[in-house]
């Protein structure tokens, strides 16, 4: 049976990801985000069902062990996890599904599923990482600082991705990743 195309996006907070995949699903009808579910707080432009399900620990944890995700992990010291139904759901109606997760889960989603194409965005450079960071104002200090510390930690897992995209000017970078896209459909 003819299914979707699977991709991974993954890159350190604040490199522009959320941007990006929001102008592909803008120019490309046949791309869909899965939409994670989270316990993190929402923020005030996020909403539910859109950016995120948002839900307490404990209904977390019940997705856990009914077994209704393909990957979940800690990140920042929340959790996140893709439904496998969310997945699904598009690859049988043929349509192509981008995830947003991390490295750990990219890992995770790897080892269960072998024809996905993993794309991570890359800063220009550390310190650019370093300033788009400090000029977000969604998170206080204490939660930069720590998301900074762990972006280092998301650098070195980047040799399990098959493209990296250098993220210096958005529109760029969305024509690249569209590239990269198109040429998996092919
Ligand atoms: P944020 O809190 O900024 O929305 O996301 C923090 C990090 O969690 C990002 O790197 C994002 O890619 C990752 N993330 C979001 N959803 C998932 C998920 O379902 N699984 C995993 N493993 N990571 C996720």
Redesign the pocket.
Known sequence: MKQGNLFV??????VG??TIIKELLKIDANLKL?V???T?PR?QD?QEGV??YFLKTHEFESLIKKES?L???V??K?K????KKEVEKALNAEQDII????????K??KNQLKDITAIFIAPPSFKDLEDRLKRRN?EEERVKKH?LLESKQ?FLAMEQYDYVVVNKQVDKAVKQVKKIIEQKRK
């Not at 996006?9 to 604040?14: K, L, V, Y």
């Not at 996140?80 to 439904?83: A, E, K, Q, S, V």
């Open positions: 996006i993954s890159g350190p907070s604040g990801k959320t899965a994670s579910v989270t993190r923020r996020e950016d995120y995700f990957e979940w992990c990140v920042y929340n996140y996890g893709t439904l995830l947003d997760i991390d490295t750990q889960g990219t995770k989603v969604t998301r998301e």
